[in-house]
């Protein structure tokens, strides 16, 4: 079993930069890969990036390349979203989560998820 708790999300402005982090309990954290996922109301969520349980392999929705990144500390069970140049486009409720396969978009094949974070993006 994995708890996830995610954490700063919040306002900023466009251009701005926004780092999230994911903490996750239990010592079999560095056994799963993690992934970040995004939802707006009525929405369908969404795959934004993900990285392999060693952090060697990593995987981005095209929308984010190049502007979000996904690193990961497994001593300190934490995987963070850093997100740079920012738009209003990526305002979003941000979910991690937990699962057994690196790099997979479908949302059926994490295990685990965390209650989201809101980051807002004003223009």
């Known amino acids: 079993q994995v708890q996830l708790v995610e954490s700063g999300g919040g306002l900023v402005q466009a251009g701005g930069s926004l780092r999230l982090s994911c903490a996750a309990s239990?010592?079999?954290?560095?056994?799963?890969?993690m992934g970040w996922f995004r939802q707006a109301p009525g929405k369908e969520r969404e795959f934004v990036t993900a990285?392999?349980?060693?952090?060697?392999?990593?995987y981005y929705a095209d929308s984010v390349k190049g502007r979000f990144t996904i690193p990961r500390d497994n001593a300190k069970l934490t995987v963070y979203l850093q997100m740079n140049s920012l738009k209003p486009e990526d305002t979003d409720v941000y979910y991690c989560?937990?699962?057994?396969?690196?790099?997979?978009?479908?949302?059926?094949?994490?295990?685990?998820w965390g209650q989201g974070t809101q980051v807002t993006v004003s223009s």
């Open positions: 239990g010592r079999t954290f560095s056994s799963y890969a």
């Open positions: 989560a937990a699962g057994l396969r690196a790099g997979t978009t479908r949302l059926t094949e994490y295990l685990y």
């Open positions: 990285i392999s349980w060693g952090g060697s392999s990593t």
